[in-house]
């Protein structure tokens, strides 16, 4: 479920400005499916979109690495006029949201996987978690079974090689196909009825789960839940775009890769003939090899 909490001042300075956008960012293509709720639940406000595909992805990164690479954007989202931000990647909100959260001014929106619905939801009582496994072993998902795990056995499968998939527009192919059969057919075998996907690119994939599991697992999404925290912070804050800010132009999308999947997945999943604008944005830490391509 998503989280949210109030801004805290400090050195990156926000506009608290309405018609403003709302900035969305993932390490590559899998914001795309929250943007898409978002759009869907506040089709008045603008978008900035960012993708990190330079450094996608995030869930074999160290912790430290995370942390720096939200920041660094967020603070370029801020600067770029942003007036609320939605991490959506489980792996960074995992990683990272604190730490985001005490140094922007503005209005933070984390995700993180949908283990409360899977908890409310299943009726076998064993529900599959498919999320990165910096997400998995994060404080901050350990502590979120913890609080639902009593009387439901979640079934925690790190899904190494997905993302790569979607970050490469394969939603499709036979070694996808292999690979998710590798992670879902014991969840099946083990008597789950639903699956979390924790992590935004795994709604891409979405179908050929279906043909894996048939009706035998619900599949848990947040991003409509997202779009709806989202709303309600901006609400909260004073800052939704009125209705006729004529902000229903397209979202902007900037990748720090090619953006050449970023523009196929876009014109694919969003019906958006989108340009994706390359943009640099340095990390913070010491200079590493990949740093110093930034
Ligand atoms: N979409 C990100 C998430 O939700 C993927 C993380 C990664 O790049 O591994 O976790």
């Given at each position: 479920m998503p989280s949210s909490s109030a801004p805290i001042a400090t050195a990156v300075t926000a506009s608290a400005n309405s018609s403003a956008p709302v900035g969305i960012f993932d390490s590559g293509l899998g914001g795309l499916s929250v943007l898409r709720a978002v759009r869907a639940q506040l089709p008045d406000e603008a978008i900035l979109y960012v993708a990190d595909s330079l450094y996608a992805p995030y869930g074999e990164r160290d912790d430290d690495f995370i942390a720096d690479r939200t920041l660094a954007i967020g603070e370029w989202l801020v600067r770029q006029g942003a007036k609320a931000l939605v991490v959506a990647c489980n792996t960074a909100t995992a990683q990272s949201i604190a730490l985001v959260r005490e140094k922007l001014a503005i209005p933070l929106i984390g995700v993180e996987p949908g283990v409360k619905p899977a908890a409310l939801q299943s009726k076998t009582r064993v529900a599959g978690v498919l999320a990165t496994q910096v997400t998995l072993r994060s404080a901050r998902f350990q502590a979120l079974l913890e609080r639902y795990a009593a009387d439901c056995r979640f079934l925690c499968q790190p899904g190494h090689g997905l993302v790569q998939a979607v970050e490469r527009c394969d939603v499709d192919s036979a070694e996808l196909r292999a690979l998710l059969r590798g992670y879902l057919e014991p969840m099946l075998e083990a008597g789950a009825d639903t699956l979390v996907l924790?992590?935004?690119?795994y709604p891409f994939l979405d179908a050929a789960i279906r043909d894996i599991v048939g009706d035998r697992l619900t599949l848990i999404d947040t991003s409509v839940a997202i779009a709806r925290q989202l709303e309600r912070v901006l609400e909260q804050n004073g800052l939704r775009a009125a209705h006729d800010d004529a902000t229903r132009a397209l979202p902007r999308f900037y990748s720090t890769g090619d953006g050449t999947h970023q523009q196929q997945l876009v014109a694919t999943l969003l019906e958006i003939d989108a340009v994706v604008e390359p943009v640099v944005i340095r990390s913070r830490r010491a200079a590493t090899p990949d740093s110093q391509a930034a």
């Open positions: 924790g992590c935004t690119h």
